[in-house]
């Protein structure tokens, strides 16, 4: 990684700090995840979703498989869950509660006391999703969440949604070429949505009444 400030470039170097052990890496076979998401490569893991704990615990996820490890500082691996889904983005609801956005189930919560997984938000009026992909809170706990799915140019329905604390499901963009990674100004006032096959990260500035207006790629 490199950064310029002027004429004089400062080098940062990175290095591996973790890889997952052997003992997790799947027998290599072909999954339906990969097949639509990585051209059917057969592949034995592909984490996504980090998040750290108070206690500097790093989670993450394993899409293809189903799982949730556990990362300790020292860099030792456990297996939280394995379950029938797709799990991709997580975020912290409270002290013990993680909730994942799960490309085959919708939204979903993890409790680490109980190790349960149960559903938060599997479909909206009945409707599956296109398939969920990240999340992010607000302060005041609304939770938007990105309907990626398989779109892109060819299809630019994806979706942005605000599910607030009492249930209400907003749908605040269905336009979006592959909705991403999705993050809020630290003011709240605006939401940044990477539009992956667009190449692009949108700027969505929120109204008075809480939608959306003069959307647009800020880069």
Not at 10 to 18: C, G, M, R, S
Not at 44 to 54: A, C, I, W, Y
Request: charged share 20%; glycine share 10%; aromatic share 10%.
């Amino acid at each position: 990684m490199m950064h310029f400030l002027g004429a004089s470039p400062i080098v940062k170097h990175a290095e591996v700090w973790t890889t997952l052990p052997d003992e997790f890496r799947q027998s290599a076979k072909a999954t339906a995840w990969a097949e639509a998401n990585r051209g059917g490569e057969v592949i034995d893991s592909f984490l996504e979703g980090p998040v750290f704990d108070r206690h500097g615990n790093l989670y993450v996820t394993d899409i293809p498989y189903g799982r949730v490890f556990k990362v300790t500082p020292a860099g030792h691996w456990e297996l939280v869950v394995q379950y029938e889904g797709e799990p991709n983005g997580m975020k912290w609801w409270g002290a013990h509660v993680l909730v994942i956005a799960d490309y085959q189930n919708g939204l979903m919560k993890l409790d680490l006391n109980t190790k349960a997984v149960s559903p938060l938000l599997a479909r909206r009026n009945s409707e599956s999703f296109k398939g969920v992909n990240d999340l992010t809170f607000d302060s005041r706990g609304n939770l938007y969440f990105t309907d990626q799915g398989q779109t892109g140019l060819h299809d630019p329905t994806g979706r942005v949604y605000r599910l607030r604390p009492d249930g209400q499901l907003d749908c605040l963009l269905n336009n979006v070429t592959s909705p991403n990674g999705i993050v809020l100004s630290p003011d709240e006032r605006v939401l940044f949505v990477a539009a992956t096959r667009g190449n692009e990260v949108w700027r969505a500035p929120f109204m008075p009444d809480g939608s959306v207006s003069k959307v647009g790629p800020v880069f």
